[in-house]
């Protein structure tokens, strides 16, 4: 156990307030100081001098004396203001923990003290479908979030809720038999097909009720619709699984759970429904009414579970599968992430399990995103005003990333170079979408995210390049920090300790942005510190080893942070 300098004292300042106060459980509100030599700033005696009926700066003033210097842990400590603590850490402290986090494979991280079952639904393309812009954020959302609850000691169970069920395929799989079609060569062919089979069912009123019938025979089971739906599927696969790879983002076949795999549980889960008092009938269709939203017209609004024509709603569906992943995969914690629009949709259906009885102490949660926007604040389309296909938006992004690289290094081989250009512009994507609040729209610009400085992929790839690169510029390595003799070597560590804290506010919150920000931070004090403290040309061969085991643990933490996001480092830049 390597707990982080800043964990460390915030259970040391604890312990002294409840010393001095007799008052449990107080949170020391550390922040960082103000005050230049200080490393954090206790806010604790503002809230509790009140509460005690003292001025807040004698509350301090005993809990400060108290203290002390927290066990080795502080160089100073001294009250500020009105009752504010600021608090320098003591080098050699910093310098110990340093040298313990860069020898451990968690760089000091704890695994979680709790560890949960997780269920995340992302992603959610669908069947015969190309995929477009607007799947890309949960893709790259969810992707995150797992990749940081797996690292935080968590099972992750990741549920692809692949679109593989409905109308549309009574449509394709009835023009499949009309057509004699039995395979699907690709892709390609598969997106002929669907526009073909549109066609008719748009134009031909025969062949429409003949597609719904077939969609009947589906839903009972029928061997011969069942094969060519499932061809369907596998080419569907091999398309998006072709851009996951492209991606790098860690779904599978196994993590498909679509919506025909509740197939045989929806009438089960309306029936609990009904039994509960939760839905009713009305007008021929069973429908759970909202407690919660109302329409424009003031009526409650509805969550169809079963259709008047017998046929079962996206409600039935999503209510069926929160009940699996409760009872047969015991979830401690269900996230779906899907965007803004459907925000209504999941509180209606979590509203209408708790109903239900069939949530206990589960935590779920509807994770909800804004949409992507073109540089003109519009939603992001082709010139034409269609839909961006997410293969193009990628090939586009490696390319603009390539044009880059060959002007930056054209003496690297061309293979490497084509290694970076990836890199480079697959993190450029995902990165401009993860710095950017879930909650608020994207606005999607090349040139912004394709940028060497700022808050962008191409700027911590280099970052992380650089420090990862000087012990081969060295010739040598080092394990140990044993010299802070100057504040940037000081701030860099702080901010390193700080990576623990950061995931948790994550796997917390569930905003990627946060960690993103961070790694942004750091990359700045490396900077910082880069400049003002030379390493290989140190002042003498204590402090070189010194700052190079710096650089290490920083490039470390950086490659870690990036990896969490699903961003690969180079080997260079």
Known sequence: MNPAPNHALSSTLAAAIERVTGRTEVDPLLTVA?????????????????????????????????????????????????????????????????????????????LATTPQTITVDYSAPNVAKEMHVGHLRSTVIGDAIVRTLEFAGHTLIRMNHLGDWGTQFGMLTQHMLDTNTQHVTDFEALGTLYRDAKQRFDEDAAFADSARRRVVALQAGDPATIALWQDL?????????????????????????????????LAGTVALLLEAGVAVESEGAVAVFSEQFKNPDGSPAVLIVRKTDGGFGYGATDLASLRYR?????????????????????????????????????????????????????????????????????????????????????????????????????????????????????LFSFDRM??????????????????????????????????????????????????????????????????CTYLYELAGAY??????????KAPDEETRRSRLALCALTAKTLKSGLGLLGITVPARM
């Open 326 to 442: 409760i009872d047969d995969l015991h979830a401690d914690r269900l996230i779906y992430i899907t965007d803004a629009r459907q925000s209504q949709h999941f509180q209606m259906v979590f509203a209408a399990a708790r109903r239900a009885g069939w949530v206990g102490e589960q935590r779920i949660e509807h994770i909800w995103f804004g949409t992507m926007l073109g540089e003109d604040g519009k939603p992001f389309k082709t010139r034409s005003g269609g839909t961006i296909r997410l293969s193009d938006l990628l090939d586009d992004a490696v390319v603009r990333a390539r044009a880059v690289v060959d002007a930056k290094s054209p003496e690297l081989p061309e293979e490497e170079r084509a290694a970076i250009a990836n890199a480079v512009g697959i993190g450029a994507v995902k990165y401009a979408d993860l710095s950017t609040s879930r909650q608020r729209d994207l």
């Open 450 to 515: 394709l940028a060497l400085d700022g808050n962008t992929a191409p700027y911590l790839l280099y970052a992380c390049v650089r420090a990862e690169s000087i012990g081969t510029r060295a010739g040598e390595t080092s394990d140990a920090v044993t010299v802070l003799a100057e504040p940037q070597e000081r701030s860099l560590v702080v901010k390193l300790s700080a990576f623990a804290d950061v995931l948790d506010e994550v796997e917390e919150s569930l905003e990627p942005h946060r960690l």
């Open 233 to 265: 599927v596998d080419v569907s696969l091999a398309h998006i699984n072709h851009l996951y790879a492209q991606l790098d983002v860690t779904l599978t076949d196994e993590d498909v759970t679509g919506e025909s795999f509740y197939n045989d549980r």
């Open 527 to 536: 900077t910082t510190f880069y400049d003002a403290c030379p390493v290989l």
């Open 34 to 110: 103000r005050q230049p030599g200080f490393d954090l700033q206790a806010n604790f005696a503002m809230k509790l001098g009140k509460q005690l009926g003292e001025t807040p700066r004698d509350v301090a003033a005993r809990v400060t004396e108290k203290l002390g210097d927290a066990g080795g842990l502080l160089a100073s400590a001294e009250v500020s203001g009105p009752g504010f603590v600021n608090l320098a850490f003591s080098p050699a402290a910093l310098a110990a923990w340093a040298t313990r986090a860069l020898a451990d494979a968690r760089l000091g991280v704890p």
